[in-house]
Nanobody, 114 residues
Framework: QVQVVESGGGLVQPGGSLRLTCQAS????????MGWYRQAPGKQRERVAF???????DVSDFVKGRFSISRNNARTTVWLQMNNLEPDDTGVYYC????????WGQGTQVTVSS
């Protein structure tokens, strides 16, 4: 099993920044990718960014240039740096670990509002 726990959400004004943290534990060696997803009220969950076990990253077009994903060398922590936040970025952000199965955290709320 893999466990993931998110932190770092909160209320921020438009144009502000937040850094989300995902702490992973368990069978980390088996994880192929880790990623961040978000779900806004009334909308489907969508992938924001991911990083592979080899370090390749991908950021979805709708946040490209504003968000970035990174991790530590031990692959136990993944960060999502979010800059120039917009109201449409509001939602619950979930960390995902994939080792052939999807493992999800409980989510962290991000609210962008003035």
């Amino acid at each position: 099993q893999v466990q993931v726990v998110e932190s770092g959400g909160g209320l921020v004004q438009p144009g502000g920044s937040l850094r989300l943290t995902c702490q992973a534990s368990g069978r980390i060696f088996a994880v192929a990718t880790m990623g961040w997803y978000r779900q806004a009220p009334g909308k489907q969950r969508e992938r924001v960014a991911f990083i592979t076990s080899g370090g390749t990253t991908d950021v979805s077009d709708f946040v490209k240039g504003r968000f970035s994903i990174s991790r530590n060398n031990a692959r136990t922590t993944v960060w999502l740096q979010m800059n120039n936040l917009e109201p449409d970025d509001t939602g619950v952000y979930y960390c995902n670990a994939y080792d052939g199965r999807d493992w999800w955290g409980q989510g962290t709320q991000v609210t962008v509002s003035s």
